[in-house]
């Protein structure tokens, strides 16, 4: 694998289906993903308007959401997305994006090991 091999994957989806992605992933041998919580909207914007105090005032109604972030090699990309398709559908609106990214350089930061051999640290080799 060269460093030009590796891609981002990264997958927005309902906090309810965090667990069934997280054991997707883990069920294809994927070792290291990265969660962030996070609140947005899509498409289906829901606004809400009241007049409160002589004054109209507005929200936007915002869900729950988590991104996953995992770096894999390129050959890995389809088995990877597919596995999140399927552990997070549930066929409706909302049910996230999935974005792959092209990956120029990657550094462990506790081995110092770049690009392909950080996705396959030799532990303990480097200091």
């Known amino acids: ?34 969660m962030v919580e996070a609140r947005g909207r899509g498409r289906d914007k829901v606004i809400t308007t009241s007049f409160v105090r002589g004054k109209w005032t507005w929200t936007t109604d915002v869900v729950h959401r988590v991104i996953v972030n995992v770096v894999v090699d390129a050959g890995d990309v389809d088995k990877v997305v597919d596995a999140i398709v399927k552990s997070a559908s549930t066929k409706k609106v909302g049910d996230g994006k999935i974005f792959v990214h092209q990956i120029d350089r990657a550094i462990d930061i506790s081995t110092g090991e770049s690009d392909d051999h950080t996705l396959n640290p030799s532990r303990g080799t480097k200091k």
């Open 1 to 34: 694998m060269s460093q030009s091999g590796m891609r981002q994957i990264e997958a927005i989806v309902s906090s309810t289906k965090f667990p069934a992605v997280d054991k997707a992933l883990r069920d294809i041998g994927v070792s290291g993903i990265t």
